[in-house]
């Protein structure tokens, strides 16, 4: 794939999401043990960024956080008021396994360190 328009076409054709606006998605994903996660996902020119939301800012500090994130691959950011674990995919050269891949990735990720302290939000 080399394209938005192609990232769009294959999501649209294996996902159900729902847009939010231009270039941000919002994905469910149902995880094992009957749990669902929702992911935020910015398709833009260049990049796919997935975002996998387990807590609210407010609910933990900074360092706390920072542990619980530090047994995946996947990078931490603040995202309108919530902990995320990110991954960011190039469009230029992406296949369709690269894209399933980090989305089933940070789902899971997300929605283990959201079940760890005791959430099931999103």
């Not at 995320?84 to 929605?111: K, Q, T, W």
């Amino acid at each position: 794939m080399a394209t938005r328009m192609e990232v769009l076409n294959f999501v649209s054709r294996h996902y159900k999401f729902e847009q939010k606006s231009e270039t941000l998605y919002e994905f469910e994903f149902d995880i094992e043990g009957g749990r669902r996660h929702r992911l935020w996902v910015s398709i833009t020119d260049e990049l796919i960024m997935i975002a996998g939301p387990f807590a609210r800012e407010s609910d933990l500090t900074p360092g706390i956080a920072l542990k619980l994130a530090e047994g995946t691959i996947l990078g931490l950011s603040t995202l309108a008021g919530f902990y995320a674990l990110i991954h960011v995919v190039p469009i230029a050269d992406v296949d369709e396994s690269e894209i399933a891949f980090g989305l089933r990735l940070a789902a899971n990720a997300a929605d283990e360190i959201e079940r760890s302290i005791g959430g099931d939000q999103f």
